[in-house]
């Protein structure tokens, strides 16, 4: 999945996986992008989703998964 299409989308919840993982298509983690384009995960706040992978040591997070609470 493109993450230029994640940045185009209002309030989303991401699905971020490795994609060597083999399981569950690589998703390992989901995400809440705000309307503001903030990235929320573990209580924190972020500018990207590779920020947040920074976080806990997965700087190779994807998206591989999107869900838009707003329809």
């Known amino acids: 999945m493109p993450a230029n299409l994640v940045g185009s989308a209002k ?3 991401i699905g971020v996986g490795i994609p060597a993982m083999k399981m569950y298509g ?3 983690h989901y995400l809440y992008q705000a309307a503001n384009g903030r ?3 573990w209580g924190d706040s ?8 920074v976080k806990v040591k997965c ?4 998206p591989c998964a999107l869900i838009s609470p707003t329809g």
């Open 11 to 13: 309030e989303l919840i």
């Open 26 to 28: 690589g998703l390992c």
């Open 39 to 41: 990235i929320h995960s």
């Open 46 to 53: 972020f500018a990207d989703i590779s920020s947040a992978g």
């Open 59 to 62: 700087p190779t997070w994807t």
